[in-house]
């Protein structure tokens, strides 16, 4: 069985997305309160108004000072009885780092790497006081190997799974799993670098072993699994959903 927690709360970075709406939205029908999160207002209030039991939340994962409003907002909502925190929120763009602005690596490095630090370090305490927790974050196959035209994103993603691993390693005996998801190229928004190219697309579809893009909703049962009672031996691990790219 997949699905969890009846009564907990599931918080959602990057809930607008193609990625994390669909992980909200499975958490929501695996029984959850899902507190739909993401730095576009409008983007959070989409994905929770099509949920049964969900409420959006307007926050940068960069900033210290929102992340911890986030938190107490959330425990306004529902006595902030966080079980699980999804960790989806992304960003991507290609670039060389010799043409890199300082502030565009910064950008990088707060939202993939820095947001997750902000929001465990937020989230965790009340966790552990609780007995137990589960944290999922999603990173990518960038950050298991190197990538062209991606250095910074790249070297985000890697620390992230880095970071999951420290986490288990600190955690586990507190009752916490922290795992990581690596999701290869899913149909997405962030994918339109090579869609918008069906040449490069096709050649890269017939070197996968899976043939085509990963989903969303893929990923959103990857998400589930891990957070699942399935998976309470699952700790410290990285998942790989990549349609055999990694193989």
């Known amino acids: ?54 409420r959006a939340f307007r926050c940068d994962v960069s900033s210290a000072a929102e992340v911890d409003s986030l938190r107490t907002e959330i425990a306004k909502w529902d006595r902030g009885d966080v079980r699980l925190l999804v960790n989806v929120a992304g960003l991507f763009f290609e670039h060389s780092i010799v043409d890199l602005s300082e502030a565009d690596w910064n950008r990088l490095i707060g939202v993939n790497l820095t947001g997750p630090f902000l929001t465990c370090r937020a989230f965790l305490p009340a ?33 992230l799974v880095m970071l999951t691993r420290s986490l288990a ?9 922290v795992n990581c998801l690596c999701p290869g190229l899913i149909d997405t928004d962030m994918a339109a670098w090579i869609r918008e190219d ?6 890269w579809e017939a070197s996968t072993p899976a043939g085509r893009m990963g989903t969303p909703d893929e990923m959103a049962a990857a998400v589930s699994f891990l957070a699942s009672p399935d ?17």
Do not use: F, W
Request: charged content about 15%; hydrophobic content about 45%.
């Open 231 to 247: 998976a309470s031996y699952v700790q410290g691990t990285v998942l790989s959903a990549d349609g055999g790219v990694m193989a």
């Open 127 to 159: 966790m552990i006081a609780a007995g137990g927790g589960c944290v999922v974050n999603v990173a990518s196959t960038a950050g298991l190997r190197g990538s062209r035209n991606r250095a910074a994103y790249s070297a985000a993603k890697a620390g």
């Open 169 to 177: 390693l600190d955690h586990g005996k507190d009752g916490i799993r």
């Open 198 to 203: 069906p040449a490069a697309l096709h050649r």
């Open 1 to 54: 069985m997949t699905g969890s927690a009846s009564s907990g709360i599931a918080v959602v970075t990057g809930a607008g997305g193609g990625i994390g709406s669909a992980v909200a939205r499975r958490l929501s029908a695996d029984g959850y309160r899902v507190a739909c999160v993401d730095v576009v207002a409008e983007a959070a209030d989409a994905t929770a108004g099509g949920l049964s039991d969900a």
